[in-house]
């Protein structure tokens, strides 16, 4: 599998991102993730029929008819069902999440991780800032009481924007991968080559009715950005600053990507609250973290511990009453 050549590396320093094809075998990593979300929809869609939010369990359907399908019937995006990371407020003891093993090795995959010491040296941090995203076609997704498409594009950001002051030194690595082929039409990511050489631009929290963080437009020049369709294996990597967002889901087939993060061990993951690892140590290989299970019940730990203690608070540095969020 691909390993970062010099050129790939020389091009994420002058852009501040780089599409690498064929980081790791699809057919290895996806399909077993693949199958376990299988299992999360079928319980999924049978909680929701018995609580009578869906008239079947769509079980003869594929995975993204059958999903498209629950979301828009039973008017609700469940994708805190499938997401390896917990609520950052509300967090309840039985908040859904799903960490289960296939998803901890695809994490973990030896070749993911060679490519990623490939930017950031040999002792690797799995930073918790990470999810999975499942995007219904737009023309079939359920919408807020305002009209907008539940869970759609994410706007305009940097990475650094969304961890908290204390990892803004950290060297963070965003790792982008689709599950599925992500083009144009079903909304793949868009990236503002050379923004990285900015400095944290502001962030405006619910900017023009959107949900999440976003940078206006006066701070940049949207017109600049590219977009970067993959393949299953192929992976789009981040500096913490390159500007990006993603497009909307016009075609009528999901949209499916994990997004993870990855820093130098010792470094501020920029959300303490969440549970990270030494996913490889060149130096301290008994350190490693190869236990799904352990990881899993990290998780489960930091949900309990949250639900009792409530709100950490401090995971957002923005405020909409900047002048620029007007
Ligand atoms: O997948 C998306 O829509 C957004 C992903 C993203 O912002 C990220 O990977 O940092
Ligand atoms: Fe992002």
């Not at 206006?216 to 500096?239: Q, S």
């Amino acid at each position: 599998m691909s390993r970062l050549t010099p050129e790939q590396k020389e091009h994420f320093k002058e852009f501040g991102y780089v599409p690498v094809r064929k980081v790791f075998d699809p057919k290895e990593v996806i399909d077993p993730v693949i199958e376990e979300y299988h299992e999360v929809l079928d319980r999924l869609a049978k909680e929701l029929f018995a609580k009578g939010k869906i008239h079947s369990t769509y079980d003869n359907l594929p995975f993204g008819e059958r999903i498209t399908v629950i979301y828009a019937e039973s008017k609700e995006v469940h994708n805190s069902y499938f997401d390896f990371s917990l609520p950052l407020t509300g967090c309840k003891p039985d908040s859904p999440f799903w960490a289960g093993p296939s998803v901890f090795r695809a994490l973990t995959s030896q070749d993911l991780l060679d490519t990623v010491e490939g930017f950031i040296g040999a002792e690797i941090y799995s930073n918790p800032v990470q999810h999975v995203r499942i995007k219904p076609p737009e023309s079939r997704s359920p919408r807020d009481d305002k009209g907008n498409v539940m869970f759609g594009v994410t706007p305009w950001h940097q990475d650094n924007g969304v961890v908290t002051a204390d990892a803004d030194k950290t060297e963070m690595l965003t790792v982008w991968f689709p599950l599925m082929s992500a083009n144009v039409q079903n909304g793949c990511l868009k990236v503002v080559p050379k923004s990285h050489r900015n400095d944290l631009l502001t962030h405006c929290p619910g900017y023009k009715g959107a949900a999440g963080l976003q940078i206006p437009e006066a701070l940049f020049n949207p017109e600049d950005a590219v977009a970067v369709p993959l393949e299953a294996g192929d992976a789009l990597f981040m500096h913490k600053k390159t500007i990006h967002s993603s497009l909307p889901n016009m075609s009528d087939r999901i949209r499916w990507s994990f997004d993870l993060r990855f820093n130098p061990t010792g470094q501020a993951t920029g959300r303490g609250v969440f549970p990270g690892f030494i996913a490889r140590s060149k130096a301290d290989p008994v350190a490693e973290l190869h236990n799904p299970n352990e990881w899993n019940r990290m998780w489960h730990e930091t949900r309990a511990s949250l639900a009792t203690t409530g709100d950490p608070g401090f995971f957002n540095r923005w405020n909409s009453d900047a002048p620029i969020c007007a």
